[in-house]
């Protein structure tokens, strides 16, 4: 696996059992194009088994390791960080309504971020 410094995607094939690891520089998403994989991210609590036709989104700065549990094609692909803001601001906005429910309110607010929740 290759970091993200363009906007290009990457293709990876992984043999079973192969292991990758690097340190995902930009917002990306991960998409099996066939077979299926393990990846786990440094900083989330959960692991993700992806399979033909899943994907989902690696997180920057963060360490991510894909192994593979067969023959495995991906497609990494950074996001523009139009779609990334938005996003964002759509998570912001499901948290808000979530605590609101709950009867309580979010602690977490875009403008909270650098650049009022801007990219850099």
């Given at each position: 696996m290759?970091?993200?410094?363009?906007?290009n995607p990457s293709y990876l094939s992984l043999q079973r059992r192969q292991v990758r690891?690097?340190?995902?520089?930009?917002?990306?998403?991960?998409a099996v194009s066939h077979g299926r994989v393990w990846v786990t991210q440094e900083g989330r609590t959960d692991d993700?088994?992806?399979e033909?036709?899943?994907?989902?989104?690696?997180?920057?700065?963060?360490?991510a390791v894909i192994e593979a549990d067969r023959f495995s094609n991906l497609r990494i692909e950074p996001v523009a960080m139009q779609t990334a803001q938005a996003w964002l601001r759509l998570c912001?906005?499901?948290?808000?309504?979530?605590?609101?429910?709950?009867g309580g309110t979010a602690g977490y607010r875009a403008s909270a971020l650098p650049g009022n929740g801007e990219g850099r």
């Open positions: 290759t970091s993200q410094s363009d906007r690891a690097a340190r995902v520089m930009q917002v990306c998403t991960l993700f088994w992806l033909s036709g899943d994907s989902m989104v690696l997180l920057p700065g963060a360490l912001c906005a499901g948290v808000r309504g979530l605590a609101a429910a709950l």
